[in-house]
């Protein structure tokens, strides 16, 4: 785990806490694993997410529920100016921020709470910046140290993010749930008292609920934010249930444990709509299953083996195999779903023979050895990594290429990935913003080299060229035939084997209203109700 947290108790003890106690309003929510911590700066994943942002915190702006539309969060206005270099945004007033055992609030957010917000991932020297590790992924990878010039406080209720380049996809990002906006206040207490650290472990936030135990591989515990400037939740306490196995988590929904779960099993979505007492809500999704070559090292900085290794995997048969028809074989490192995707590019076709004298064009006739790094956890764009990489694994043997595949928990996955450990590894993105840019940029771009995002360490300066002056125009014309001319690059240079484009499906009791499936794929709790 790359920041690991130990058990936190923020209020009532977890050991008197029971699930058959649980009033009538409290919703559990069988979730897959453990969250790397609270502070959804530092990570990139899903589950941290879920049990941050989405929960304790709240950002400038939102995507409205259920789509990807930016709509006002914590401002209640904004204004680009002509040379879409400033982004003014007006605050909402009146917003409270949670309260813990060590900290009682004395004022209302304002905009001291975002320019420390986003100082800390922009100056070195903020004296926040190296707490709890310093990486910030999603900031750094997006280039946004480069992209702002300077934050500045208008006034208490007005602030300016003043950009050195236009930025077409600023706004979108500024939605992500790495722009949470923490407390300045209780940031300022904490370092007065030498806790600057409790900051990312018992977090403060503006949200919907607040947080009130974690126990690490059992469950976390929130409770509604009875003054959430939206109006306080329609479910009183939130219980996250951590459950790894999807084949437990569904058996827990049957029996009533949970009202609703996370990423099922392909397999299992018949049974659960059969089933009178489940309903299952599905939408296509914003993502993409990939395999990456990590293209800094041997033989994978060579295109013939990568093209080889492409056309040695049989794709189709995969996808069948692991998404039982909810799933499609992908071409593009961005699906469908999204605006500009190149319908125009044809897939490599699946071709042992041809990949072979590929092989032995590149120096290698006898194949080599390599690793095959498999994800521990399951998610919609690869519910069963480790099944996907020894049907690869077995795919590449009768090429000659020896694979072995290699697993680690979670966080040390994502950390290893990060540091380029790999030769090739299975991952997956679901979008988080809408734009082509989130897939382009952020997977692929230079900026996420030796980062979580780009972990083909790919950095290759004609798709650069392409995806830098598609996020410097608002022309939204001239950006979808850059981004088809990237993909046109991405399809030639192979950084990636893409494998499936996959729907989303969320199972929950009947019981369970108002909850919408987020394209971001992230789970949203705040407007969900208990009948």
């Not at 395999?291 to 069948?320: H, Q």
């Not at 972990?455 to 300066?461: D, H, K, R, S, T």
């Not at 499936?500 to 108002?514: A, E, I, R």
């Amino acid at each position: 785990m790359r920041k690991s947290i130990a058990a936190l108790a923020l209020g009532a003890s977890l050991a008197a806490f029971s699930l058959p106690a649980l009033a009538a309003k409290t919703l559990v929510y069988c979730s897959e694993g453990n969250p790397n911590g609270f502070q959804p700066a530092l990570y990139t994943d899903g589950t941290t997410f879920d049990a941050s942002s989405r929960t304790i915190y709240d950002r400038l702006v939102e995507f409205k529920p259920g789509s990807t539309e930016i709509v006002p969060g914590l401002a209640t206005s904004w204004d680009v100016s002509a040379d879409g270099k400033t982004y003014t945004f007006h605050l909402r007033r009146g917003v409270k921020f949670q309260t813990n055992y060590g900290f009682t609030p004395t004022r209302d957010f304002d905009a001291d709470d975002v320019l420390f917000t986003f100082n800390r991932m922009l100056d070195k020297n903020n004296p926040y910046h190296m707490v709890s590790g310093g990486t910030y992924d999603y900031f750094d990878g997006m280039d946004m140290p480069k992209m702002i010039k300077e934050i500045k406080k208008v006034d208490p209720y007005t602030v300016q993010f003043i950009l050195n380049v236009p930025n077409a996809p600023f706004l979108a990002n500024m939605a992500m749930d790495f722009a949470s906006i923490d407390s300045a206040q209780y940031a300022d207490k904490l370092a007065k008292e030498n806790k600057k650290q409790d900051l990312d472990l018992k977090p403060i936030g503006t949200g919907p609920f607040e947080l009130v135990a974690y126990q690490p591989d059992s469950m976390i515990r929130y409770k509604a934010f009875a003054q959430y400037w939206r109006g306080k939740a329609a479910i009183d306490n939130l219980v996250f249930a951590i459950t790894p196995n999807a084949s437990v988590r569904w058996a827990k929904l049957r029996a009533g444990e949970c009202q609703i779960m996370a990423y099922p099993n392909p397999t299992d979505i018949a049974a659960m709509k059969a089933d009178k007492a489940i309903k299952v809500e599905s939408k296509p999704g914003l993502n993409v299953g990939y395999l990456a070559f990590n293209t800094e090292k041997k033989p994978f900085d060579n295109l013939d083996v990568r093209k080889a290794l492409y056309m040695a995997i049989n794709k189709k048969s995969i996808v069948d195999a692991i998404f039982q028809g909810t799933g499609t074989v992908a071409v593009n490192p961005m699906p469908p779903t999204i605006w500009s995707y190149n319908k125009a590019i044809k897939d490599y076709s699946y071709d042992p023979a041809e990949a072979k004298k590929l092989l032995a064009k590149a120096g290698y006739p006898n194949g080599f050895e390599t690793d095959l790094w498999a994800m521990p956890v399951s998610r919609p764009y690869n519910p069963d990594a480790r099944r996907m990489a020894v049907m690869i694994q077995s795919d590449w043997a009768k090429i000659g290429v020896k694979a072995k595949i290699v697993t680690y928990e979670w966080g040390e996955y994502l950390k290893r990935l990060g540091q380029a450990e790999h030769q090739t590894a299975l991952m997956g993105w679901t979008g988080d913003n809408g734009d082509p840019d989130n897939f382009l940029n952020t997977l692929l771009g230079c900026a996420g080299v030796h980062t979580t995002q780009n972990i083909a360490e790919w950095c290759y300066q004609p798709f650069q060229k392409l995806t830098t002056e598609a996020q410097q125009t608002s022309d939204v014309a001239k950006r979808t035939k850059l981004y088809e001319q990237a993909q046109e690059v991405f399809h030639q240079q192979v950084p990636w084997v893409p494998i499936d484009y996959s729907t989303d499906f969320m199972p929950m009791s009947t019981k369970v209203h108002g909850y919408k499936i987020q394209p971001t794929g992230v789970h949203v709790f705040y407007g969900v109700s208990l009948q």
